[in-house]
């Protein structure tokens, strides 16, 4: 999800099968304004389209379905406000790492295939910080990466370097979500 005026400058949050993205159609009951309808699919596989008055009808006449929404919305919002902080406050190495692992979370395997310059564009951060970032961690042995694509050889040494954002941001998920 990415938010900006006529084009996307950065994002906000990452989604995988546990959720979904247009949480404004169930909660104002409209479609979302313009910058906020943007999205980037960053791996291959499976999604669902669902027309916008079926998902507001559902959502009205299904309690079970309606509490899971919200449930997901409140991780969502955690998620966005945690990422804020984290890109205000944290050096760029905790904020690549947190990324890696939100996006780990939600992959079948330990494989990315994005460029220096995707991420760099996505965090909003300099191009070098990410790719000495990248360095430290071939160095360290937690990463193998070659052009477009990093495999994690190491989650929990990944883990080690992350700020406390991701950690509070998979807690929240776990909580609400299990």
Not at 61 to 79: F, G, K, N, P, V
Not at 107 to 133: A, F, M, W
Not at 143 to 156: A, F, G, P, W
């Amino acid at each position: 999800m990415f938010f900006g005026g006529d084009h996307p400058t950065g994002e906000v949050a990452v989604t995988g099968n546990e959720g979904l993205f247009g949480v404004s159609i169930f909660l104002e009951g409209t479609t979302a304004p313009g910058p906020q309808r943007y999205a980037v699919v960053q791996r291959s596989g499976e999604a669902y389209r669902l027309r916008a008055e079926i998902l507001r009808k559902e959502f009205s006449a299904s309690a079970e379905l309606r509490q899971q929404l919200l449930r997901y919305t409140r991780a969502l919002i955690t998620q966005i406000a945690q990422t804020g902080a984290c890109n205000r406050h944290h050096r760029v190495s905790e904020q690549l790492c947190r990324w890696l692992l939100l996006r780990l979370d939600r992959s079948p395997d330990c494989e990315l295939s994005i460029t220096h310059e995707q991420i760099t564009y996505l965090l909003g951060v300099r191009r070098e910080g990410i790719t000495e970032t990248m360095n430290e961690l071939r160095s360290a042995g937690i990463i193998r990466s070659r052009r477009s694509l990093i495999v994690v050889v190491d989650r929990l040494g990944l883990e080690r370097k992350v700020c406390e954002c991701y950690h509070s941001i998979r807690n929240e998920y776990g909580r609400l979500l299990s």
